[in-house]
C-alpha cells in the first residue's frame, strides 16, 4: 500500500519541485521599483500641537483652524545623521497618528542633505519589539503543547515562510504567472509541512491527497467565477504595487494566487483531522469495513467543517471590515454594494475556499478508509510491543498503535485477571476463570 501511494504522490510532488526550479527568476537581478526612502529609526523627543508652518515662517494672530499639525522633535539613532534632532510639521488631524514624547518612529531618508530635516519624512511606528515577544509566546505555546511535533510544526512553519519568501514573491515580481507560481508554491508548502509536522505516513498522504484534490478544486472555482464575474483584481494595493513596480502584472492571476494560498492552511487542518479521525476509529474497531469507516468519521466531519468553513468567513471578513464599513456609509443598496469590486473578490475567495473545504471532508474520508482497510488487510497481525498497521503516528505514543502495558489489560505484573482474558478462560494462565468459579462454589 505504501508503494502504491508513494506512486501516486511521487510525479505530484516532482512537478511541483520541477515548477518551482522552471518559475524562479534565476540570474535575474532584483525587482526594487521606485525609490522609496532609505529607512532611518528615530526617537520622538517632543510632539506639541500648533499652526501648520513651513520653516521660518511666523504665525500672526489667531490660527483658524486652531491648530492643525504636531511639531514633532525627533533624534535619529542611526543612519547617517545619527544623532542629529530635527522637527516635523505632522497632520493632526483625524485620521493621523499621534506621537508622544518616547515614540520609536521609523522616517523615510531621501538621499539628499543627511543635516537638513527636509531629508526625512516620518513613516510609521517601530514594532520590532512587540511583534518579537508576540512570536515568542505563540512558539513557546506550541512547544509546551505539541512537544516534539510542535518543534517540527514551527520547523514547518519556516519552511514555508521560505518558499513564500524566496520563491513565491521574486516571481511573481519578475513577471511569472501569479496562478502557475501559487500552486508550485502551494504544492511545495503541502508536501514540505505535512510531512514535516505529521511524518512520513500513510495517514499523511492521505491527507495530502484530500488537500491536492480540494486545492485543485478551490482554484478552478475561482478562476471560473472570478473570469464570470469580471473581476478585475484592481484594489488599492494592487494599483500601488503595479505603480511601484513600473511594469504591468496579472492583476486577476493575483487575486486567484492570493485564493490558493490562503486556503491551503484551513485545507491542512480539516484534512489532517479527518484521516486521524479515520485511523482512531479503524484501532478502537479493526472489524470495521471502510463503509462503515467512512460513515463514522464523516459523522465528525460535519461537525468539524461548520467551524472551518465559519473561520475562513470570519477572517476574511475582518480583513475586508473596513472596506465593508466604508460600503455601509453610501446610499446604494445592498445588492450593488456586495457587487462592487473589493466586495465581490472577497465573495469568490470566501465561497470557492469553503467549498474546497466541505469538499476536503467526505474526500479525504472516503481516502482515509480505503488505504487504512487495504493496508490492514495487507499487514501482518500486530503484537504487543509493536505499531498496529494503522498506527503510524510519529509521536510514538498510544496514538501509534502501541498502547501501554495497563492500558491493554497485559502488564508484566498486573494484578487482577482481565475480565474478557484472551486465552479463553477470564484469565493469563488459562485457570484464573476457573478458580474464580471454584472459589464462588465453595463460599456458597
Do not use: K
Amino acid at each position: 500500500m505504501r508503494i502504491l501511494l508513494a506512486s501516486l504522490l511521487a510525479p505530484f510532488a516532482l512537478a511541483a519541485l520541477a515548477a518551482v526550479m522552471l518559475l524562479y527568476p534565476w540570474g535575474e537581478p532584483d525587482v526594487t521599483g521606485h525609490a522609496v526612502g532609505e529607512p532611518v529609526q528615530g526617537e520622538v523627543v517632543s510632539a506639541e500641537l500648533g499652526p501648520c508652518l513651513s520653516p521660518g515662517q511666523v504665525q500672526v494672530g489667531d490660527p483658524a483652524d486652531g491648530g492643525g499639525c504636531q511639531a514633532v522633535q525627533i533624534t535619529l539613532t542611526d543612519g547617517p545623521a545619527d544623532g542629529l534632532t530635527i522637527t516635523q510639521n505632522l497632520p493632526a488631524g483625524d485620521g493621523n497618528p499621534r506621537f508622544a514624547a518616547g515614540d520609536a518612529v521609523v522616517l523615510a531618508y531621501s538621499g539628499a542633505d543627511p543635516q537638513a530635516g527636509s531629508s526625512y519624512q516620518v513613516q510609521d511606528f517601530q514594532r520590532g519589539l512587540p511583534l518579537a515577544l508576540l512570536a515568542g509566546l505563540f512558539a513557546l505555546a506550541v512547544v509546551v503543547l505539541g512537544r516534539w511535533r510542535g518543534v517540527a510544526a514551527l520547523g514547518a512553519l519556516a519552511v514555508t515562510a521560505a518558499i513564500i519568501g524566496l520563491f513565491v514573491l521574486p516571481s511573481i515580481l519578475h513577471g511569472a504567472d501569479p496562478l502557475l507560481v501559487a500552486i508550485a508554491g502551494a504544492g511545495l508548502i503541502m508536501f514540505v509541512a505535512l510531512y514535516t509536522t505529521h511524518g512520513l505516513s500513510a495517514r499523511t498522504s492521505a491527507a495530502v491527497l484530500g488537500t491536492m484534490v480540494s486545492l485543485t478544486l478551490i482554484g478552478l472555482l475561482a478562476a471560473v467565477f472570478a473570469g464570470g464575474a469580471r473581476l478585475t483584481g484592481l484594489d488599492e494595493n494592487t494599483s500601488t504595487l503595479i505603480g511601484s513596480l513600473g511594469h504591468s502584472i496579472d492583476a486577476r492571476g493575483l487575486l486567484l494566487a492570493g485564493i490558493v494560498i490562503g486556503a491551503l492552511g484551513v485545507l491542512d487542518d480539516v484534512t489532517v483531522t479527518q484521516a486521524s479521525a479515520v485511523w482512531e476509529l479503524h484501532r478502537a474497531n479493526p472489524r470495521q469495513s471502510w463503509r462503515e469507516l467512512y460513515g463514522a468519521a464523516l459523522r465528525i466531519g460535519r461537525a468539524h467543517v461548520g467551524s472551518a468553513v465559519n473561520t475562513l468567513v470570519m477572517a476574511y471578513a475582518g480583513a475586508a471590515l473596513p472596506t465593508l464599513l466604508l460600503a455601509s456609509l453610501s446610499d446604494v443598496g445592498l445588492g450593488s454594494i456586495l457587487t462592487s469590486q473589493e466586495l465581490a473578490a472577497e465573495i469568490v475567495r470566501t465561497l470557492a475556499g469553503s467549498i474546497g473545504i466541505i469538499a476536503a471532508v467526505p474526500v479525504t474520508t472516503l481516502l482515509a478508509a480505503l488505504i487504512v482497510v487495504r493496508e490492514t488487510n495487507h499487514a501482518p497481525p500486530a503484537t504487543a510491543g509493536r505499531p498496529d498497521p494503522g498506527g503510524d503516528d510519529p509521536d510514538g505514543d498510544d496514538a501509534a498503535g502501541v498502547l501501554p502495558g495497563d492500558a491493554r489489560g497485559d502488564g508484566p505484573d498486573e494484578p487482577h485477571a482481565d475480565p474478557g482474558g484472551r486465552d479463553g478462560s477470564g484469565g493469563r494462565d488459562g485457570s484464573g476463570g476457573r478458580d474464580r468459579h471454584n472459589s464462588h462454589t465453595r463460599h456458597s
